[in-house]
């Protein structure tokens, strides 16, 4: 029997049935029951916040948000994000989902590692990065209860190496192509596995751009500012 949490359950339908079977023969059991903790803590979000949203929707998102970590859908050179987000796009779109909704869900998984800007869009787009911001950062985890926590967690276990466990299930679906991170969070994770990771730097693109244009190396440009003060 599908776990019901305060009236929030996965939805008894065909589609997100699918979705189920899909994702969990294809990501590791680490990814999959993270996906599915973010499905519940993104849906017990909005109904916090009194949003309306459809739960089919919000599922895919939360299920496919993670899949471009997976060797089966990680592309050579777009970020992971976004190789997630074409996934579920493929997905719906053999399901004969409208193309707004599979605009909404391809949105909600392509921004859920870019904070400050979700939590202004539709529904589903800000609760797929408010389950993900919970159960990867905690960041709002005073605003569930205990039981709460405790019933998604049992469902899905989530023990006590998922910090370290999450970590490296990152690094492992982006360290064939750091490029992508550039700009991303997920640059930390690179610096944090790999001593020999250089992060690409926004002003150093300004400078070393094909316009012409006078340029000063960081330290002369430090110095000038200190120098107008």
Not at 84 to 97: K, P, Q, T, V, Y
Not at 128 to 152: H, I, K, N
Not at 154 to 160: F, K, L, N, Q
Request: with cysteine.
């Amino acid at each position: 029997m599908t776990l019901s949490i305060n009236g929030i359950s996965i939805p008894d339908s065909a589609l997100a049935r699918d979705v189920t079977e899909l994702v969990r023969d294809t990501e590791p059991a680490l990814l999959f029951h993270h996906s599915s903790r973010v499905y519940y803590f993104g849906a017990l979000a909005g109904k916090q916040r009194g949003l309306r949203f459809d739960p089919e929707l919000l599922y895919a998102g939360a299920m496919f948000h993670d899949m471009g970590l997976t060797h089966e859908h990680s592309s050579a050179h777009e970020r992971f994000e976004v190789d997630g987000a074409n996934a579920a796009r493929d997905f719906l779109s053999s399901r004969g989902i409208s193309r707004a909704d599979i605009d909404t869900v391809w949105t909600a998984i392509a921004l859920h590692t870019t904070p400050g800007i979700p939590q202004h869009m539709h529904p589903v787009i800000a609760l797929v990065t408010a389950g993900v911001e919970m159960d990867v950062l905690g960041l709002t985890y005073p605003q569930y209860s205990d039981d709460e926590r405790a019933a998604v967690v049992r469902a899905h276990p989530r023990d006590e190496h998922f910090k370290e466990d999450i970590i490296q299930a990152f690094y492992d679906g982006i360290k064939h192509k750091p490029d992508t991170t550039f700009g991303n969070v997920k640059a930390d994770v690179l610096a944090d596995k790999d001593p020999t990771f250089t992060r690409g730097n926004f002003c150093s693109v300004i400078r070393g751009s094909a316009w012409p244009g006078a340029t000063a190396s960081a330290p002369a440009a430090k110095a000038a500012r200190t120098s107008r003060r």
